[in-house]
C-alpha cells in the first residue's frame, strides 16, 4: 500500500463504532484513533484545572499540548468525562485545535483508522471509505449497562438510556460538526449483528471502496 489509506467511521455513543474500528485498524494494518478520546481528554484536563469554563482558548492551549500516544483509555471512559466531553465539543476554535491534530495523526503512511463524530463529514470528507455505526437506543444503553455492570457499577437501564438520547441530542444539534452520515457514508445498523458480522459487512465495504479509488486513480 504506497498512499495513506483513511477509514472514517461515525456514529452515536455505544454504537460498536469503537471495536469495529480497532478490529479495521488491525486488519488492515493502520493506525487507530478514537478521536472521542480526544475530546475526553481535553475535558479531563480541564476538570483537573478547576472546570470547564467558558473560555474557548485554555480548551485550545489544552488541545495543543495533548500527547494522543498517551491517552489513559479506562480513565476517560468515565461518565462525568464523557458528558463534560460532549459539552465542550461544542466550541469551534476547540474543534479546529482537535482536528488539525487528528488530521496529523493519520497523514503518514500507511494511514489509519478515525472513529468519532464529525470524521467522513469535517476531518476526512475525502476519505475513500467511510461507514456510519448506528444501533437503536434501547439496544445501545443495553450494551453500555451491561460493560458498566461488568465494571462493578450499579447501573439503572432507564437512566442509562434516557443519558445516552440526551448525548445523541447534543451531539446531533450543535452547529458546528454535528454528528450526522457524510453523503456517501454506507450505514450498517449494528442492533441484531453480532461484532463479527459487523466486522466482515465492514470489510466487505472497504474493500469495495478501495478497490474502485484505486481504479480510479492507480498510483
Ligand atoms: O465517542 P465518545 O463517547 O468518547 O465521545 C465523547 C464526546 O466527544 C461526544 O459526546 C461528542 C464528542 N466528540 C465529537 O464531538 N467529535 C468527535 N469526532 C468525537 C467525539
Known amino acids: 500500500m504506497s498512499r495513506s489509506l483513511v477509514i472514517a467511521i461515525d456514529g452515536p455513543a455505544a454504537s460498536g463504532k469503537g471495536t ?5 485498524a488491525a486488519h488492515y494494518g493502520l493506525k ?12 479531563a484536563l480541564l476538570l483537573e484545572e478547576g472546570g470547564l469554563g467558558e473560555n474557548g482558548a485554555r480548551a485550545v492551549a489544552a488541545a495543543e499540548r495533548l500527547d494522543l500516544g498517551a491517552m489513559d483509555r479506562d480513565r476517560l471512559a468515565a461518565h462525568e468525562i464523557g458528558e463534560a466531553a460532549s ?17 496529523d495523526f493519520a497523514a503518514s503512511p500507511p494511514g489509519a483508522v478515525l472513529d468519532g ?6 476531518v476526512f470528507p475525502d476519505a475513500p471509505a467511510k461507514l456510519f455505526v448506528t444501533a437503536s437506543p434501547e439496544e445501545r444503553a443495553r450494551r453500555r449497562t451491561d460493560e458498566l455492570v461488568g465494571r462493578g457499577q450499579a447501573v439503572d437501564f432507564d437512566a442509562v438510556l434516557a443519558d445516552l438520547k440526551r448525548r445523541d441530542a447534543r451531539d446531533m444539534e450543535r452547529a458546528d460538526s454535528p454528528l450526522r452520515p457524510a453523503d456517501d457514508a454506507h450505514l450498517i445498523d449494528t442492533s441484531a449483528m453480532t461484532i463479527e458480522a459487523a466486522f466482515r459487512a465492514a ?17
Not at 469495529?20 to 479495521?24: D, E, K, V
Not at 478521536?35 to 481528554?41: D, E, F, K, N, S
Open 20 to 24: 469495529l474500528a480497532r478490529r479495521l
Open 32 to 43: 487507530h484513533l478514537d478521536t472521542g478520546l480526544t475530546y475526553r481528554a481535553v475535558a
Open 87 to 103: 459539552r465542550i465539543a461544542v466550541i469551534p476554535e476547540l474543534r479546529r485545535a482537535l482536528v488539525a491534530r487528528q488530521r
Open 117 to 122: 463524530r464529525d470524521i467522513g463529514t469535517v
Open 203 to 219: 470489510v466487505a465495504i472497504v474493500d469495495r471502496a478501495v478497490s474502485a479509488e484505486n481504479r480510479a486513480s492507480p498510483s
